[in-house]
């Protein structure tokens, strides 16, 4: 089993910048893709990023790509994601999780969710 959490988020304006992390507790994550997902009012839950175990693979969904780095430290059990040029249509709540197979950009992939954090940006 694997408890995930969250932290990291906030307001922000229009073009600032928020770290997301996501810390792991009950196993390591070296064995496990990892992935963020966001969902906003209203609207499913979208693919943002995934990391390979290594974190020698990532893989951005178009809208963020250029402006969001996924990035892992195997030895400190925790992921991060840092989010640059903000815009108000990347405000939601933002959700790591953690996949036991392959890289995927479905969350019917992931085994195990964190509670979400939330981003507001401002315009």
């Known amino acids: 089993q694997v408890q995930l959490v969250e932290s990291g988020g906030g307001s922000v304006q229009a073009g600032g910048s928020l770290r997301l992390f996501c810390a792991a507790s009950?196993?390591?994550?070296?064995?496990?893709?990892m992935g963020w997902f966001r969902q906003a009012p209203g609207k499913e839950r979208e693919f943002v990023a995934v990391i390979s175990w290594s974190g020698s693979n990532t893989y951005y969904a178009d809208s963020v790509k250029g402006r969001f780095t996924l990035s892992r430290d195997n030895a400190k059990n925790t992921v991060y994601l840092q989010m640059n040029s903000l815009k108000p249509e990347d405000t939601a709540i933002y959700y790591c999780?953690?996949?036991?197979?392959?890289?995927?950009?479905?969350?019917?992939?992931?085994?195990?969710w964190g509670q979400g954090t939330q981003v507001t940006v401002s315009s």
């Open positions: 999780a953690a996949d036991r197979g392959f890289i995927s950009t479905k969350p019917d992939a992931y085994d195990y």
């Open positions: 009950g196993r390591t994550l070296s064995t496990y893709v």
